[in-house]
Antibody, heavy 116, light 111 residues
């Protein structure tokens, strides 16, 4: 069964770097694009960026200067790094697969809290 | 301020029909990009409900339907059930931003 499992540090200090990884199980990895999305507590969803199997990326302009998404096709994994975090980056972060022009499979979500 | 505009909340009694609107602009919905809808139950990841304006993934009841016209789209839920109480989000692509944009979300309350 196709599924995404994600992990990473849940508590960061301001100015630190957020780092999350997502692994895809149960299907073809190289066929698809992969994405990260976040949701601040009690708020809506925000697209962070996406990557294809060749490593080509596209980022949300509002986060572009601080975001890096990378991919390791040998492990069916892709990762997110967000630098210089502040309290405004506190959110649940989701990884997702892009298929049929939308996000069809989502990871379970990781709450990342930025606090001193 | 989201690029796609949704009403913050809607409500309906069991068995009734409700609709949730998603209004965009000429750089997203109006440019022909498809609209997708998600249901998010408390504490869970969003679940794909409708893709490409009006298509239901396998397993989604036909009580849920989507439509699109001009710069707007709508999600309709008929035969409202208590389990439908959730947050609903629309999603499209925006050519000005060169990226994906979500609506602000709509909280559905089943009275």
């Amino acid at each position: 069964q196709e599924q995404l499992q994600q992990w990473g540090a849940g508590l960061l200090k301001p100015s630190g770097t957020l780092s999350l990884t997502c692994t895809f199980y149960g299907g073809s990895f190289s066929t698809y694009y992969w994405s990260w999305i976040r949701q601040p507590p009690g708020k809506g969803l925000e697209w962070i960026g996406e990557i294809n199997h060749s490593g080509g990326t596209n980022y949300n302009p509002s986060l572009k200067s601080r975001v890096t998404i990378s991919i390791d096709t040998s492990k069916n994994q892709f990762s997110l790094k967000l630098s210089s975090v502040t309290a405004a980056d506190t959110a649940v972060y989701y990884c997702a697969r892009i298929s049929q022009g939308t996000f069809d499979y989502w990871g379970q979500g990781t709450l990342v809290t930025v606090s001193s | 301020q989201s690029v796609l505009t949704q009403p913050p909340s809607v409500s309906g009694a069991p068995g009734q029909r409700v609709t949730i609107s998603c209004t965009g602009s000429s750089s997203n919905i109006g440019a022909g990009y498809p609209v997708h809808w998600y249901q998010q139950l408390p504490g869970t990841a969003p679940k794909l409900l409708i893709y490409a304006n009006s298509n239901r993934p396998s397993g989604v009841p036909d009580r849920f339907s989507g439509s699109k016209s001009g710069t707007s789209a709508s999600l309709a839920i008929t035969g409202l059930q208590a389990e439908d109480e959730a947050d609903y989000y629309c999603l499209s692509y925006d050519s000005s931003l060169s990226g994906w944009v979500f609506g602000g979300g709509t909280k559905l309350t089943v009275l």
